[in-house]
């Protein structure tokens, strides 16, 4: 009997107007599923770390991730769907199963993708199959979710660096139920409430503060784990929320007090994670003064980790006219001129539109003249605690082009820009940079905090901004904070 273990991740944000499509996941089924994770710092790398000391034999089902966009289209979705049933069902069945996801994941016709295949797999496995599930503390938690699973365990940081940890205590939960040595008893709230990314780090404010609290309660043994998920805000759908999730080793009402304290302090500190923006013009003019670099300026309405296209030229037409005083670094994504550089070739120089192609309602493109500097086939491999670490990420196509001081890192599909090893495989190293623009609300602070002289985030139109109200919704339950703000609500 062996323990199967499976990975299926993307947080989605249904305003982007780019889908997401099956081939952005690229899936890999048995051996190579263990193979990308097998020593690596990801939740499936803990599963495995945790199932090999413990001589447990391990059953890989597939492992898929996803850089965030808009909702899965239908026919990638049933595609993804089905092969994880056919991959779980292929297997000799399984003493549990070990599933990894980002739990706010949706597709066409499907707000709830977690929910979903949570719920495929306890009709494959049937009721007494152990399922434990980690998700990011990003996660929209679920009645489906909570119904499927055993136990859910989500991240303890943001920026997120304990995907390892909470792999590897999910793996050990799973492995002691197996024991007879854990009975898991879950319980939750639902928070009427969504919070900006930009103020929830983990290190400091509101956020740091409940974390603190789970913390002390695990480690007095009340609790196997208690996860704070302050909702990825940018899904317009109808089970939309924050939510506290306790796990106890058998106690249910203990696991209810546990998540009605925390969800109420969640609540009642709704106030403090007010983000800080600063107008692009200024930072700017702020990252110039200042007497070294680098200045990190975050563009997170334009997040490619919170599901935006990474096209925004919000700061971008700004930079290109500032009167820099060393080099400045950006990446954009922008397919088109990818080909155009391309076709010109190293040390041609080039005059251009750049961004502004996907998210038309907020950026327009902007025309530069720059010298192609290099071209490359876009792989690059995250080094820092994260995402991905270690393992090999692809924008496509991507080119380089210099134009004056500002270094545009221009590629032909999105990708994670929290890690400066992003910059550094394209031959730009953010440590001698003036300026350096990330698309990401806190996630680049793990890796850039060491090396930035200052970092600020800026205020840009785009689909993952931190002014809620900019945002068209339709779908969202009301009342919720702080949308209606005069909202009274009791844990
Ligand atoms: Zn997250």
């Known amino acids: 009997m062996a323990i199967a273990i499976a990975s299926i991740m993307q947080e989605s944000n249904t305003f982007s107007p780019v889908k997401t499509r099956y081939d952005d996941f690229d899936p890999v089924f048995g051996q190579a599923a263990l193979d990308r994770h097998a020593g690596k710092l990801t939740e499936m790398g803990g599963f495995i770390d945790v199932l090999r000391r413990r001589k447990r034999e391990i059953a890989p089902v597939c492992a898929a991730w996803a850089i965030t966009a808009g909702r899965l289209v239908r026919p990638d979705f049933e595609r993804l769907s089905r092969e994880f049933g056919d991959a779980l069902s292929s297997i000799p069945k399984p003493e549990a199963l070990l599933l990894a996801m980002h739990g706010a994941q949706t597709a066409e016709g499907e707000d709830d993708v977690e929910g979903h295949t949570i719920g495929l797999a306890r009709r494959l496995l049937g009721p007494l199959v152990p399922i434990v599930v980690t998700l990011d503390l990003h996660a929209n938690v679920t009645a489906a979710m909570v119904e499927g699973a055993d136990a859910i365990l989500g991240y303890h940081t943001y920026p997120h660096v304990d995907m390892f940890e909470v792999g590897s205590k999910a793996a050990s939960i799973a492995a002691r139920m197996l024991d007879g040595k854990c009975k898991p008893a879950m319980r939750w709230r639902k928070v009427p409430l969504i919070v900006p990314a930009e103020n929830a780090s983990t290190s400091k404010g509101p956020m740091a503060r409940l974390v603190r609290r789970a913390g002390e309660i695990e480690a007095r043994g009340q609790a196997e784990w208690i996860s704070v998920f302050t909702v990825q805000p940018w899904m317009d759908i109808h089970e939309m929320g924050g939510a506290v999730v306790a796990v106890t080793d058998g106690d249910a009402s203990a696991a209810d007090r546990h998540a009605r304290a925390l969800a109420q302090k969640l609540w009642d500190t709704r106030r403090d994670f007010d983000a800080d923006l600063v107008p692009v013009q200024d930072a700017i003019r702020e990252a110039i003064a200042a007497k070294e670099g680098p200045v990190v300026l975050a563009e997170s309405s334009d997040s490619t980790g919170s599901g935006s296209p990474g096209d925004s030229t919000g700061v971008l037409k700004y930079l290109v006219k500032a009167p820099l005083d060393g080099a400045a670094a950006i990446f954009v994504v922008d397919p088109e001129a990818v080909e155009t550089l391309r076709a010109a070739g190293v040390g041609a120089t080039v005059t251009l539109p750049v961004g502004g192609k ?30 991905n670490p270690g393992i090999e990420q692809s924008m496509g196509a991507s080119a380089v082009l210099e134009c004056g001081r500002v270094l545009i890192l221009i590629g032909a599909k999105s990708t994670m820009t929290v890690d400066p090893a992003l910059f550094r495989c394209h031959g730009i190293d953010p440590l001698y940079c003036k300026i350096v623009v990330v698309k990401s609300p806190l996630g680049f602070r793990a890796a850039y905090e060491p090396i930035a002289k200052r970092m600020m985030v800026v205020d840009t139109p785009g689909v993952s901004t931190a ?25």
């Open 467 to 491: 002014n809620f109200a900019r945002m068209p919704w339709k779908r969202l339950s009301r009342p919720i904070y702080p949308l209606d703000a005069g909202l009274e609500w009791k844990a």
């Open 358 to 387: 996907f998210d038309l309602k907020n950026s327009k493109p902007v025309r530069v003249t720059g010298r192609v500097r290099m071209l490359s086939d876009g792989r690059w491999t995250p080094r820092a605690r994260g995402y």
